[in-house]
């Protein structure tokens, strides 16, 4: 029997190192990403606005990947190891994983988050019991649409009325989905 599919504790593409989230990242993550309404724009959560939500998402970061259901890792330059710019988060579902990502506003436009969507999605791939890899984006975001086809992603469809992004909208917003598949 194939062992389920589980993303490395740790590991390193050309210029990140990325690593799972520890209670100890909780001050870098709501100082670098959590509060920032720019950063949280087209996700599916509000800033936070106390430390104590950022606490309560690493825990419940670190239940998940004791359960093997989700990832959450940060992501740091190689040469910065204790300093997080991003975060990538795969979820998986049965024979899927499902993918999302942050990126520190001081680091858009650099490539860290293709880069590292990249990996992970061959990193799945790769494993005798995944058979997709996928990540959805609202229409709007053509940011996160340019990282899924650098990861060699194929837009599927258009999802309508599909994920509530409450910083955008009070009602769901259309979706691309995207996917690589094996």
């Given at each position: ?33 959590a509060t920032d309404p720019e950063v949280a724009r087209y996700l599916t959560w509000r800033p936070h606005t106390d430390m104590s939500q950022t606490q309560d998402f690493i825990r ?123």
């Amino acid at each position: 029997m194939t062992e389920a599919y589980r993303l490395p504790e740790e590991f390193t593409t050309e210029r990140h190192l990325v690593r799972r989230i520890r209670p100890s990242d909780a001050q870098a993550l709501f100082s670098g990403w959590a509060t920032d309404p720019e950063v949280a724009r087209y996700l599916t959560w509000r800033p936070h606005t106390d430390m104590s939500q950022t606490q309560d998402f690493i825990r419940r970061a670190s239940r998940d990947w004791q359960a093997g259901a989700s990832f959450p890792a940060v992501i740091s330059p190689r040469q910065a190891p204790g300093d997080p710019i991003g975060m990538v988060h795969p979820r998986l579902v049965s024979t899927k994983v499902s993918y999302g990502w942050l990126v520190r506003r001081d680091h858009w436009g650099q490539g860290v988050a293709s880069e590292i969507v990249r990996w992970v999605v061959a990193h799945a791939l790769s494993h005798p019991s995944i058979f997709r890899a996928e990540a959805t984006c609202d229409t709007a975001n053509a940011a996160s649409a340019r990282v899924m086809e650098k990861a060699g992603m194929v837009r599927e469809g258009l999802l309508r009325r599909h994920m509530l992004h409450p910083n955008l909208s009070d009602e769901p917003r259309d979706s691309f989905l995207y996917a690589r598949v094996r």
